[in-house]
C-alpha cells in the first residue's frame, strides 16, 4: 500500500513563495512517478505537475508553468512542489498522488489527503 502525507501548505502573500512536501510510504520509492493535483472551492481538480520516477522528465499545467517546480528525493521518499510568483488563483487544497512508472504519464492511482495553500492578495 502507497500512503502520501503533504505538508507545508498554509497563507502566502500574492507574489510570494512556499514549498510543499509529500512524504511516500513505500519500499520501493524509486519506481514511482509523482504528482501534484488541486482543488479550489467550488471548482473541479485540476493537474497541476508530475515527475517521472527517476526525475528526469517533468511536465506542468499552462497555469503554473515558470512558476511552479516539481522535485524528488529518491533517498528520501520525498516529492515537492516549489511554488513561486504565487497568485490569489493558486489558492486551493494541493493533492500529492504516485502511480507506478509503468502507467506514465498517469500519475493519479495514489492520492494524499492533501495540504491548504491560500493566498492572499
Known amino acids: 500500500q502507497v500512503q502520501l502525507v503533504e505538508s507545508g501548505g498554509g497563507l502566502v502573500q500574492a507574489g510570494g513563495s512556499t514549498r510543499l512536501s509529500c512524504a511516500v510510504s513505500?519500499?520501493?520509492?524509486?519506481?514511482?512517478?509523482m504528482g501534484w493535483f488541486r482543488q479550489a472551492p467550488g471548482k473541479e481538480r485540476e493537474f497541476v505537475a508530475a515527475i517521472r520516477s527517476s526525475g528526469d522528465i517533468t511536465y506542468y499545467a499552462d497555469s503554473v508553468k515558470g512558476r511552479f517546480t516539481i522535485s524528488r528525493d529518491n533517498a528520501k521518499n520525498t516529492v515537492y512542489l516549489q511554488m513561486n510568483s504565487l497568485k490569489p488563483e493558486d489558492t486551493a487544497v494541493y493533492l500529492c498522488t504516485a502511480a507506478r512508472n509503468s502507467r506514465w504519464p498517469r500519475v493519479d492511482d495514489y492520492w494524499g489527503q492533501g495540504t491548504q495553500v491560500t493566498v492572499s492578495s
Open positions: 513505500v519500499r520501493t520509492f524509486s519506481t514511482y512517478a
